[in-house]
Nanobody, 125 residues
Framework: QVQLVESGGGLVQAGGSLRLSCAVS????????MGWFRQAPGKEREFVAS????????YYAGSVKGRFTVSRDNAKNTLYLQMNSLKPEDTAVYYC??????????????????WGQGTQVTVSS
């Protein structure tokens, strides 16, 4: 079993920055492909970014590309999401997710095996 715990969310003004973290425990972190998703009120959970276990491949949603950066530290069992130039439309609950895979392909939401409880990000205008 794998446990994922997000932190770092909060309230920020438009144009500001936040860094989300996801602490992973339970199994070998480096065996997992990791992703960030978000869900705004009344909307479906959507893909934000993902990263392969080796960190050689990353994927981003078009709406965040150039503003968000996903990274991971396998030695610390932690996934990160650096969010810059935040916009009110980035307001959502952000979730980290894990898929047991050594691959580097993009994986859709339904293929992830584990999810965290989420952390709220609110961007004021």
């Amino acid at each position: 079993q794998v446990q994922l715990v997000e932190s770092g969310g909060g309230l920020v003004q438009a144009g500001g920055s936040l860094r989300l973290s996801c602490a992973v425990s339970g199994r070998t972190f480096s065996s997992y492909y990791m992703g960030w998703f978000r869900q705004a009120p009344g909307k479906e959970r959507e893909f934000v970014a993902s990263i392969s276990w080796s960190t050689t491949r990353t994927y981003y949603a078009g709406s965040v590309k150039g503003r968000f950066t996903v990274s991971r530290d396998n030695a610390k069992n932690t996934l990160y999401l650096q969010m810059n130039s935040l916009k009110p439309e980035d307001t959502a609950v952000y979730y980290c997710s894990a898929k047991y895979s050594s691959g580097s392909s993009y994986y859709p939401r339904d293929e992830y095996d584990y999810w965290g409880q989420g952390t709220q990000v609110t961007v004021s205008s």
